[in-house]
């Protein structure tokens, strides 16, 4: 099994900056592509940025130039910086990873339990 755990949400203001950071732990062989997703009230789940493990990033257009994901292989960790929060940001942001296991010799896909980000204006 593998666990997915985030942190660094809050509440700031517009125009303020926050981390997330997503360390996995468990039965981890070796990661693939980490992502970010986040979901506001009434709102489906959306793809923030994803990661590869050899560093290519992807962001929706929402968010480009604003944010950065990156990740420490050796911790097995990704991360978000954003900056120049708008109030439309606030979601709950959630860790998802490809996950190739040390136990099963499976691929497998995990989420965190997700992480409260609010945005004032």
């Known amino acids: 099994q593998v666990q997915l755990v985030e942190s660094g949400g809050g509440l700031v203001q517009a125009g303020e900056s926050l981390g997330l950071s997503c360390a996995a732990s468990?039965?981890?062989?070796?990661?693939?592509?980490m992502r970010w997703y986040r979901q506001a009230p009434g709102n489906e789940r959306e793809l923030v940025a994803d990661i590869t493990s050899g560093g290519t990033t992807n962001y929706a257009d929402s968010v480009k130039g604003r944010f950065t994901v990156s990740r420490d292989n050796a911790k097995n960790t990704v991360y978000l910086q954003m900056n120049s929060l708008k109030p439309e940001d606030t979601a709950v942001y959630f860790c998802?990873?490809?996950?190739?296991?040390?136990?099963?010799?499976?691929?497998?896909?995990?989420w965190g339990q997700g992480t409260q980000v609010t945005v004032s204006s």
């Open positions: 998802n990873a490809d996950v190739f296991e040390r136990t099963t010799w499976y691929w497998s896909n995990y």
């Open positions: 468990g039965s981890i062989r070796s990661i693939n592509v």
